[in-house]
């Protein structure tokens, strides 16, 4: 295979600065994540099928995020195998 001269390697392709695109993007959402957060300190009522709870929004927002990483990281597992 034949590199055409001037062309990116195949390493720097996805890189800014040297540093993989992925993990900057992983660093701006949870940026944005804990911004948005802090954001949103109020207690709220929370209803589920059977009962309610008061808490701080907050709490309610980051169980959302890590059960969707947590769902994310499940889906990648199951494609890469």
């Given amino acids: 295979m034949t590199k055409i001269s001037g062309s990116p390697g195949p390493n720097k392709r996805n890189e800014i600065a040297g540093i993989p695109t992925r ?41 959302t995020l890590l059960v969707g990483a947590a769902l994310g990281w499940l889906a990648k597992g199951r494609r890469e195998g």
Avoid at 37 to 50: C, D, S, Y
């Fill in 23 to 63: 993990v900057i993007a992983i660093v701006v959402i949870g940026a944005l994540a804990i911004w948005f957060l802090f954001a949103n300190l109020e207690r709220v009522k929370i209803q589920f099928w059977v009962f309610t709870v008061t808490s701080p929004l907050w709490i309610a927002l980051l169980a």
